[in-house]
């Protein structure tokens, strides 16, 4: 039943990163960062990917801090990271992104 209740909740950076930080396994529910990182998690916009991809980043940093950076780099190590197809189809489609609106333009060869 909690885990029907979860999936049917709007998905939301903020509650996955404090999931992440503070695990809820009582409710059978454990967050992951792939869905923290879903582009309607991190932003109204629909499929808006600019902050998908910053918070990616800034937390693949924290992560490589490791056990001296605190509990949040100590819990990123812990989290399954993204794969490195989900990573690279986040960054491929943000780049996409910022192609069509003119801010980026792939170097020809």
């Keep these: 039943k909690g885990r029907e209740l979860w ?5 939301d950076s903020a ?3 404090m999931m992440l930080l503070f695990p809820a396994r009582a ?3 454990e967050a992951s960062l792939p869905r923290a990182l879903a582009p309607e998690a991190c932003s109204t916009a629909g499929m808006d990917l600019e902050a998908s991809w910053h918070l ?8 490589r801090v490791g056990a001296g950076g605190g ?3 100590r819990q990123l190590q812990r989290a399954p990271p993204l794969t490195p197809h989900q990573r690279g189809l986040l960054t491929t489609q943000f780049a996409a992104q910022l192609e069509m609106a003119g801010a ?3 170097p020809k060869p």
């Design 104 to 106: 980026w333009q792939v």
């Design 27 to 29: 409710c059978g529910v």
């Design 7 to 11: 999936d049917a909740w709007p998905v």
């Design 15 to 17: 509650l996955h990163l």
């Design 71 to 73: 509990m949040l780099a």
């Design 56 to 63: 990616h980043e800034v937390l693949r940093r924290v992560a």
